[in-house]
C-alpha cells in the first residue's frame, strides 16, 4: 500500500497524517517540511513509521539533520530524494537510498530515459564542478506550454529542457543543485547565490538552518541579513565573527535574526519569496 503526499498547510492535519501512515502504509512520500513536522512528535514517528519501507521526498532538498534524526526514529526505512519539475511530468533524478548518507546535498542521477547535463551560457556543456544550468532530455519531457510558443521556446532548447536550476557535476556523476537562477542576488558588481552562503554558514556554525535575505543598501543598492533557526549552542556574536572572517565584506550580515520555525510557502515549501515574507513578518513584529 503506498501512500501519497498530503497537505501540512494546517497542522490539523498532523493527526489524519500519522493515523494514515499507521494503517498500512508501507512507501510514504512528502515534501521535505512534511517530514520536518511530522518529526516534531517523534515519539508518534517512530510507532506510525514502523512498517514503513521507503520514505521519499521531492519538492526541495533533505538536508542531512532530517535525515539523521528519521533514521534514528527507524533505522530499517529506506530513504528515496527525488527531483522533478512539472514540465518533466514529472521526475528527472533520485538519489538511490543507499547513497543517502554520503550524498544527501545531491539530487543524484538521472532516473532512466533521462539525460541530465549542466550548460554554461552559451548552451554548452560545463566541466566538472562548474556552476551553470542543470538542463533534460528525455520521453517525459513536455513539447510545450499550451498557446504560449514564446514561454516554450524560452525553454526548450534544441530538445534540452532549461530547467532555471543552477548545478554542477560532480565526478562520481551525481549532480549538486546550487538554487535557481533567478534566486541570485546582484550586490554591488557581483552575483551571489544565496543557497551557497547559507550552506557555508550552516556548515561551519552551530545552526539549525539559516537563510539570507536581501536588503535595501544605501550604496550597494542590495545587502544581506540572515535568519536563523538557532540550537541551544547557538551564539549570534559568534556568526558575525565567522561572516567577518570568512566572507567578503559584501556579503557580512547586516543583521542577524533570530527565528523559530521554516518561512514556508502556502504548498509548504521554501523560496526566496517566502523568506523575504517572513522577513517582514519579523521585522514589523520587533
Known sequence: MAGGSISIGNMNFVNSVFNLIG?????????????????????????????????????????????????????????????????ATARLAYLP??????????????????????????????????????????????????DDDIATQKRIIDGWLHTGDLAQKLPNGYIRLLGRQDDLIKIGDHRVNPREIERHIEENNKVSKVFVVPVSHELMGTAISLMVIPTEETEIDDIFAFCRKSLPGYLCPREILVIDHLPLSENGKISNRSIVEEYKHVKASV
Open 23 to 87: 494503517s498500512g502504509v508501507s512507501i510514504f512520500y512528502g515534501v521535505p517540511s512534511t517530514y520536518r513536522i511530522l518529526l516534531r512528535y517523534p515519539d508518534r514517528f517512530e510507532k506510525a513509521f514502523v512498517n514503513v519501507r521507503t520514505a521519499a521526498s521531492a519538492g526541495g532538498g533533505m538536508d542531512r539533520g532530517i535525515v539523521k534524526e528519521i533514521l534514528r526514529l527507524a533505522p530499517d526505512l529506506k530513504i528515496l530524494p527525488m527531483y522533478g519539475q512539472t514540465e
Open 97 to 146: 537510498s543507499e547513497d543517502v548518507d554520503k550524498f544527501v546535498d545531491t539530487i543524484g542521477k538521472a532516473i532512466p530515459g533521462v539525460t541530465l547535463d549542466v550548460f554554461g551560457s552559451e548552451c554548452r556543456p560545463v566541466e566538472l564542478n562548474i556552476t551553470g544550468e542543470l538542463v533534460a532530455m528525455g520521453d517525459n519531457i513536455m513539447l510545450g506550454y499550451l
